[in-house]
């Protein structure tokens, strides 16, 4: 690294190896863009630090480019192009492709989020921004994942578990969810998938919500995980009676702080 790449670094400095190739950078640019198209959103990003990391992260936005040009040219423009060419206004049927700093694109999701559509980046930064991203509409409770592959995929809540609340009936399902909701969207149930996504907004809206919404929103009914599971079907087959969930919380809460007692105590 210092013969040959002229790198300057200290003696005893940790080294650590970054591998990023054209196959799997292209194969998750191409997944975005085949997303946006059959989603039709308006732009992808390629989220990079290739400003720093240039043989890296600068290759990922390098190849992500040459995808959207090679394979998607009836697709796709660049942002370069939007101005140039076509005066800044979109044209139909065409998605935008632009890149951005990963550090500036957390400022730029706070600021102006509605200039972004699908974001495409390597791990590290999709760690990241998921999780800012979550935060900005409730938190990781919310939060759907999913691994596809070429031929299969799997659909998960987005980070891991929270075992303190193991049997509590107390968490936002809204992870696995929403989770199911993006599988329902992949095998082609748009309807079934639409109808959870509104009904969702719907309970939330009347202050119906499991504790880690209730605590952000003034005079919400917090009710449990299996309380807010009942306030969906409600709602989906015609409308939540806020009465009856207020006085069920009343009786749920009860019985979950008794819970967290009886688990205190196990635990100590």
């Known amino acids: 690294m210092r013969e040959e790449m002229g790198a300057n670094f200290f003696d005893e400095a940790g080294l650590g190896v970054k591998p990023i190739s054209p196959f799997g950078s292209k194969r998750l640019v191409r997944k975005a863009i085949e997303y946006a198209i059959e989603h039709k959103r308006e732009s992808v990003t390629l989220v990079h630090k290739g400003n720093i990391m240039k043989f890296t992260e600068g290759a990922f936005r ?72 979550a935060a900005e509409v409730g938190g990781v409770g919310i939060a759907p994942g999913a691994n596809m592959s070429d031929e299969v995929a799997v659909f998960e809540a987005t980070h891991g578990t929270a075992p303190k609340y193991a049997n509590l009936d107390k968490v936002n399902p809204g992870s696995l969810l929403f989770s199911g909701v993006m599988m329902l969207e992949h095998i082609g149930w748009t309807e079934a998938a639409d109808l959870i996504t509104v009904a969702y907004g719907q309970v939330v809206s009347k202050g119906v919500v499991t504790y880690d919404f209730a605590r952000q929103i003034e005079g919400a009914t917090e009710v449990s995980t299996s309380g807010f599971a009942t306030a969906l079907i409600e709602q989906m087959k015609g409308g939540v ?28």
């Open 62 to 133: 390098t190849w992500g480019y040459e995808v959207a040009r090679e394979e998607f040219p009836d697709h796709t423009i660049t942002e370069e192009e939007l101005y140039s060419v076509y005066g800044g206004k979109q044209p139909e049927g065409k998605i935008v492709i632009k890149d951005r700093i990963a550090d500036i694109i957390f400022q730029l999701m706070l600021l102006r989020p509605n200039e972004f559509d699908v974001l495409a980046t390597m791990n590290l930064n999709g760690d990241y921004l998921s999780d800012a991203c």
């Open 241 to 268: 009676i806020l009465s009856e969930f207020v006085a069920n919380a009343n009786r749920l809460s009860n019985k979950i702080a008794r819970n967290e007692k009886n688990a205190g105590y196990a635990i100590r």
